[in-house]
């Protein structure tokens, strides 16, 4: 029997029901929209500081659309950083920014009233030449600017949109690594436990059970707490509680498979158990692991969101949506509510889109619905 036509058949037709789900491509537009994000974060985010912590206490809590003017100062400590590191990792900025309610030229000197609250200014003087480095026709153009806070900033003077857009990496990155440990689990102990049955079988379902018994916010916790706060334990934490959903359907997956024919003739020609596994039944399993993957996948951003809101996932400065909520909830309830609920609206949707993209592909492998 030629598995691979086989496969490439299957693929070949899920892909087909799949295209006519509108649901299913809008979650797989808004998807590979958040990898475009992820990717060139840096390069697209107003401010480009490493984990856009570029901070103005004196703006703090605006509201979505404010404009505020600043006078750029050069930053003589600074260092200019190769690309590839800007893209990983931001570009430390080469300028202090001063926010200012007005300024004035007076011969050599700049006069400029610094912006204190919307009833305070204090006047400060700065030499143009030093400011310019001896070029003062570009004083205008670069060092007294306007930035406009398209969703405002938060209890920081950061700006919302920048920690935005560099939260999506800790969501779909929480998501990529968790899934990848869960899958991988699961799928080595799923297909051990529906292969070789009995007293196997019965191990890895007592594992199974065990597992599944402890409620998945207080077993992270646990794994959290054992492991420390931070980046890369999230990870490993939340994937290490989700690998059970992956084990029992692999089970049943491989427990339905191996009676078929093709299997039976595998095993009188001699071939071992591993290569029947992974050759001859794993890659006929793949569509329901993919209907589980992108389920866990909006099932781990949401964890890591909750255990961020909660202090012991991701930790400041490094934006996440969920740590976002925490620092500016109570905005909720007296005049700026946007500053958490944008965070919270872009949890929504890329959870949303992973699920419309798992509900459609469960009805793409589906071989009863009509190609």
């Known amino acids: 029997m030629n598995t691979s036509a086989t496969s490439y058949s299957f693929f070949n037709q899920a892909w087909r029901r799949l295209r006519k789900n509108v649901g299913a491509i809008f979650g797989l537009v808004i998807i590979a929209l958040a990898v475009l994000i992820t990717i060139f974060g840096y390069l697209i985010a107003p401010d480009s500081s490493p984990n856009a912590d570029l901070q103005t206490v004196e703006i703090q809590a605006r509201k979505p659309g404010y404009r505020q003017q600043f006078l750029r100062i050069p930053d003589k400590n600074s260092q200019e950083t190769g690309w590839l590191k800007r893209l990983v990792y931001g570009q430390p900025d080469q300028y202090r920014y001063l926010p200012i309610s007005g300024y004035a030229v007076q011969g050599d000197v700049l006069e400029v009233q610094k912006y204190v609250d919307e009833d305070t200014s204090v006047t400060q003087r700065f030499s143009i030449n030093d400011l310019t480095s001896g070029r003062p026709e570009r004083l205008q153009k670069d060092h007294l600017v306007t930035k406009k806070y398209w969703l405002g900033t938060d209890k920081f003077g950061r700006d919302i949109l920048s920690r935005l857009i560099i939260g999506t990496r800790v969501s779909l990155a929480v998501g990529l690594i968790a899934v990848i440990i869960s899958l991988t689990i699961g799928i080595c102990l799923g297909a051990l436990a529906g292969y070789y049955r009995g007293r196997v079988d019965a191990i890895i379902m007592w594992l199974v059970n065990v597992t599944w018994s402890i409620p998945t916010l207080l ?125 919270g609206f872009a949890i929504m949707i890329l959870v949303l889109a992973f699920n419309l993209l798992g509900n459609g592909l469960r009805d793409a492998v589906d071989v009863r619905m009509p190609g």
Not at 226 to 245: P, Y
Not at 284 to 310: D, H, K, Q, R, Y
């Open 219 to 343: 077993l992270v916790f646990a794994i959290t707490m054992a492991l420390g706060k931070g980046f890369w334990q999230i990870f490993i934490a939340v994937g290490l509680t989700m690998w059970v959903s992956v084990a029992r359907l692999i089970r049943g997956q491989v427990m339905s498979l191996k009676e078929l024919e093709y299997i039976q003739a595998a095993k009188a020609l001699g071939l071992s158990d591993s290569r029947i596994i992974f050759r001859h039944i794993l890659p006929n399993i793949l569509g329901p692991v993919m209907v589980i993957a992108a389920s866990n996948f909006a099932t781990a951003i949401i964890i890591e969101a909750g255990l961020s809101f909660l202090g012991i996932g991701v930790q400041p400065p490094q934006p996440s949506w969920g740590l976002m909520i925490k620092e500016n909830y109570n905005f909720i309830i007296t005049h700026n509510p946007m500053l958490a609920l944008v965070p």
